[in-house]
């Protein structure tokens, strides 16, 4: 089978094969640590990642990451907010799931465009109003997929196929658990 995308199918498929008979292969953690630079602005790196129980320590320090906000916000506007971060996060994840999806099934994509926007009511944030929750009220993405060879049914698929399987987009949708302690 062919490389498609940049992606390999048969790799992905000797992967899932892999996770199926072994499922704690599935399991992975990843770690971030960050440090405050003043005002709204923090700094963080990759931690290790974890998979199977095997840590991966070349990922340690490898990338940086830096947030502020916006000087409407009262920040700096030295990098992009927490709130880009998250659209950023799900953008990266509807390209990952459209991708993986589509090299699975022979689907050649010429070219991927997204367009995130999210909604925020500062009052919940503020503590002003508490009906109103602190976090984006809704997210709204628009993709555009140039893909020749397919039919609009296996695009419209692909969609379903993300809004099905996106971690991130299940990690938005859906309670997690968020462990917050001081040390």
């Known amino acids: 089978m062919p490389v498609i995308n940049e992606i390999d199918p048969h790799a992905l498929q000797e992967s899932a094969d892999a996770i199926r008979a072994r499922p704690e292969l599935g399991q992975a953690t990843f770690e971030v640590g960050g440090s405050w630079q003043g005002g709204y602005r923090i700094t963080t790196r990759t931690g290790a990642l974890t998979q199977g129980g095997e840590s991966d320590r070349t990922r340690v320090a490898k ?97 379903a196929l993300v809004e099905s399987r996106s971690a991130i987009r299940d990690t938005l949708v859906n309670p997690v658990d968020v462990v917050t302690t001081l040390a």
């Open 63 to 159: 990338f940086e990451m830096s947030s502020d906000e916006p000087i409407a916000a009262l920040g700096t506007d030295t990098a992009p907010s927490p709130a880009e971060y998250v659209l950023h996060a799900l953008a990266g994840c509807y390209t990952v799931t459209i991708t993986t999806h589509a090299a699975l099934r022979g689907i050649e994509l010429k070219d991927i465009r997204l367009h995130v926007e999210a909604d925020i009511d500062m009052r919940g944030f503020l503590g002003i109003d508490p009906s109103v929750r602190p976090g984006l009220q809704q997210i709204r993405v628009r993709v555009d997929l140039d893909a020749p060879g397919a039919t609009r049914e296996q695009l419209e698929e692909l969609i």
